[in-house]
Every structure is written in structure tokens, then in C-alpha cells.
């Protein structure tokens, strides 16, 4: 809901071409191509992308433009092709920096002059946080987790427990800022997507209840540029501009 919320107040309007890249199964990329965009999604799984384009064909909503399996670090789009780039998952599942510098290079390199990035980064608290909201903070194995994502962002994790993630890099707000700028954007904001919303501990009865669902979001729009309060949302959001 925010990460479209973002979104909107910030892509160009459609019929924009955005690249979707590290689009998963189109979850946002139907979205876009239902309000008028031009969608090509890009995703490093085959399954993905074969699931992506079942849906496009079997016309669940407006198709998308292209789904192709591609890594985010070399994109088969020609320069300044594209008005929007959406990154909503290669910055953190891309733990070398100097892997997150190229797919930002490739980013930049397929946007137009004046076209918007949209980059997501996980928060590099959040998994202390979510620790302390879900009791996994109780055993060792996550502490030592935790330790080490506090540190220097790298989250491993070793005990093949699926509730404690995968190997990702979490980002500090400011480490966040400096690599969208350092790829050469101009950089309008980073904001928190979900906000402090996300550690009520009966997150779904609040979601189903459209008063209280209000409130969590109102929170979350209120507190999204809050310097002090970034990193207590899970997720952060780059915006910004070539």
C-alpha cells in the first residue's frame, strides 16, 4: 500500500515507460500497467518471470509491455529508453556495494533525462526491531544475526531457519542516500515506507479493521521523512531524479 502510495506521488504519468526491474511475478508491475503505464518487468528468476507472463496472457488485467529474466547489473534496455525505474528488491539482495554501484549505473544509464528512481533498501534495524517484536531476539543464534546486521549491514544467516531471512544487505538511511547519489542521481528524498506501523504485534486484525488500517498509514505519511525515525521502518524508499 505505501510502496504504491510512493510511487504515485512521485512517477511521472502514464503512459511513462517504467522498467520494473526486480519485479517478481508483477505484483507491482500489473498494478502500473492497470493505471496506464507502460510496463517492462525484469526479474533474475525464471519462475518469476514465467508466472508473469501466464498472467499477462490470461488477461488478469491490462498485460504488460515485455517480462523478461535479466540481472539488474546489465540490463538489455537501450540508453535513455525508459521515464521510471522501479528497484524494489535488487538493493538489498545485492550485498556487495560494488554490485549495488552497477545495477544503480544501469539504472541511470536506461532512464531519461529527468527520469525517476525508485529504489528500496531494507532498514539496517530491522531485523533488531523485528527481534524484539516477535521474541526472536530469545535465541542466541539471532542475536548473533542481529549483531552482525547492526555492524555492517550483512544479514546471514546460518541456522536454516526461514523466519530469520536470507542473505541480504541492510541498509543504513544515510548509506542508502549516499549510493543513489554516488551513481550519479539527484536525490529528492528517502523515506520510510511502512513507518513504525509494522511492529503492532496483531498487524493483520489492525489491517483488516479500515479505521485502525487508516491510522497505521496516516502514522506512517507523518513520520516518513522523520530523520530521527527512518530506520524504524523496515523498509526505506530512495527517490530520485538523472
Known sequence: ERARE????FLPGPPAVVYDIGGGTGVHGF???????????????PLHIELAKKASAAGQGKPLKEAVVGDARTLPWADGSADAVLFFGPLY?????????????EAR???KPGGVLLAAGISRFASALDGVRAGYLADPAFAAIVERDLTDGQHRNPTGKPEYFMETF???PDELRDEV???GFMVTGIFGIEGPGWLV???????KDPERRARLLALARRLESEPSLLGLSAHLMAAARV
Open 93 to 105: 539482495h545485492l550485498t556487495g556495494r560494488e554490485d549495488r554501484a552497477r545495477a544503480l549505473g
Open 181 to 183: 547519489a554516488q551513481a
Open 109 to 111: 544509464r536506461v532512464l
Open 201 to 207: 504485534h496483531d498487524f493483520d486484525d489492525w489491517w
Open 31 to 45: 498494478w502500473l500497467a492497470g493505471q496506464g503505464y507502460e510496463v517492462r518487468l525484469l526479474d533474475i528468476v
Open 6 to 9: 510512493l510511487a504515485t506521488r
Open 170 to 172: 541492510f541498509h543504513h
